[in-house]
């Protein structure tokens, strides 16, 4: 990837980005020039996409020493820098959008057999719900699709881009910072999935009033203006899945065709521990997966 994306540093009434710049200050989070700004773009039928401006930045990628729990392959960190500003969807890709680029796929339903589509249970195919059940190559076909519309350079973001935009200026487990009630602000593995699958594992002790996927947008965005960073669906990257430090000339910004790819953020079906700005997890390319999904980079 080139120096205009990322590198490794080292090893009416008031705007949204207006009340985000307020509610930032008020947390202590330093919110970087240009974040918050937003854009739309049409793909037809009425339907739009939201994005929003990701400032150039710099920020320690993966997990701390004293962040608790981690895992082996979030450390040993780095300084990255992103280089270039971009757009990135304000919410994951819904069935509604991907549905004009694929009209057949259906994201289904998910039932108390988990991933296997035995029968209906607790729907995923709501317009508003977050596409899943799609492969990376899948969302690489989208991204293609929509810039051939718009005339621009649209694709999945890299795992760098993703955890910049996740973590808003934060460095703390989850972007609402230590101490937050999760459940305001990410859909989870908390209390409800037990009403779908008694067996899974969970947290008992929360409540973010969602069984499985919910409509986007539904929880209390980060500082910069991005839903669902945290949980709903795990959201695939660009980036071929290797350990750390994270380093972008040594080839991860050009995954060879079967590279397992990084994969991001947690899901409805997933302990809070895995929805983390950190947490890191990979699939191949080609493997539709039931709790994720993506959201869109458009370059500037």
Not at 114 to 128: A, Y
Not at 142 to 171: D, M, N, Q
Request: proline residues 8%.
């Amino acid at each position: 990837m080139g120096e205009d994306r990322a590198n490794s540093v080292g090893a009416g009434a008031p705007t949204y980005g207006t009340i985000l710049g307020a509610l930032a200050l008020a947390c202590g989070v330093a919110l970087a020039q240009g974040a918050g700004a937003e854009r739309t773009v049409d793909l037809g039928n009425g339907v739009l996409i939201t994005l929003v401006q990701v400032p150039v930045g710099e920020f320690t990628m993966g997990a701390p020493e004293g962040e608790s729990p981690l895992d082996l392959d979030e450390q040993p960190t780095a300084r990255v820098r992103i280089g270039k500003a971009f757009w990135l969807g304000k919410f994951e890709v819904t069935n509604q959008q991907y549905a004009l680029f694929d009209p057949a796929h259906n994201t289904g339903w998910i039932d108390t057999h988990g991933k296997d589509r035995v029968g209906p249970g607790v729907p995923m195919n709501g317009p508003s719900q977050p596409v899943a059940r799609i492969s990376c190559l899948d969302a690489e076909r989208f991204c293609k699709w929509l810039g051939e519309r718009i005339g621009s350079t649209c694709r999945p973001p890299t795992e760098a881009e993703w955890e910049y935009a996740c973590r808003a200026g934060t460095s703390t487990a989850f972007s609402c910072g230590d101490g937050a009630d999760l459940a305001k602000f990410a859909n989870f593995a908390d209390a409800n999935l037990g009403n779908l699958k008694p067996w899974a594992i969970r947290d008992n002790t929360q409540n973010d009033g969602a069984v499985a996927s919910c409509d986007v947008g539904r929880y209390q965005p980060n500082p910069w203006g991005l839903y669902d960073m945290h949980g709903n669906v795990c959201e695939w990257t660009a980036t071929a899945y290797r350990p750390y430090p994270y380093d972008p000339g040594n080839g991860r910004e050009q995954p060879k065709p079967n590279e397992e790819r990084a994969v991001r953020g947690g899901s409805w079906d997933d302990m809070p521990r895995r929805c983390r700005s950190a947490f890191r997890l990979s699939y191949r390319p080609t493997q539709p997966v039931y709790n994720v999904g993506f959201r869109v980079v458009v370059e500037e």
